[in-house]
């Protein structure tokens, strides 16, 4: 299974927001600026976290973002869910195959994809951080390219 780059950006957005003071917005510049990403798509992002509850968004001058629930209660297998587009691994209508009541393989994707959400809904948005200050300098730094 391969997560789609909407996905990612979604993950990426989340890690950088968490490493903020709850109090400090951060922006959709910030985001593109650090991660080297389309402004364009950042947006698409950060208004489909805002949609499903995983950030507060303020329009406006002193704009930006927060995470709308500490990262412990963002669980990341929730979280891929919510914004991958395709859950099934096997499509067996298109083109239809002959073999569809008898062949066992989607059903048998389907269970390994469980598994594969089961073991992802272990983790929260501040376990896959494995150096929380780290990340902050990293992310948090001003860099002079920009």
């Known amino acids: 299974m391969q997560l789609t780059l909407f996905?990612?950006?979604?993950?990426?957005?989340?890690i950088m927001v968490s490493t903020?003071?709850?109090?400090?917005?951060?922006?959709?510049s910030e985001i593109a600026d650090k991660y080297q990403l389309s402004r364009?798509?950042?947006?698409?992002?950060?208004?489909?976290?805002?949609?499903?509850?995983?950030?507060?968004?303020?329009?406006?001058?002193n704009g930006?973002?927060?995470?709308?629930?500490?990262?412990?209660?963002?669980h990341i297998g929730t979280l891929i869910r919510d914004v991958e587009p395709h859950h099934s691994l096997m499509n067996c209508?298109?083109?239809?195959?002959?073999?569809t009541h008898q062949c066992r393989m989607k059903s048998i994707l389907a269970k390994?994809?469980?598994l594969f959400y089961n073991e992802l809904d272990r983790y929260s948005?501040?376990?896959?951080?494995?150096?929380?200050?780290?990340?902050?300098?990293i992310l948090n730094v001003h860099d002079e390219f920009f």
């Open 40 to 61: 364009n798509h950042v947006v698409k992002v950060v208004h489909r976290l805002g949609q499903l509850g995983y950030l507060y968004t303020q329009r406006g001058k």
């Open 125 to 137: 948005l501040a376990d896959i951080i494995k150096e929380p200050e780290a990340v902050f300098e």
């Open 7 to 14: 996905t990612d950006y979604c993950i990426r957005s989340l």
């Open 93 to 99: 209508s298109a083109p239809h195959c002959c073999l």
């Open 20 to 28: 903020r003071p709850p109090e400090q917005l951060t922006t959709i």
């Open 112 to 114: 390994a994809s469980q």
């Open 64 to 74: 930006g973002m927060r995470l709308a629930r500490p990262a412990e209660e963002i």
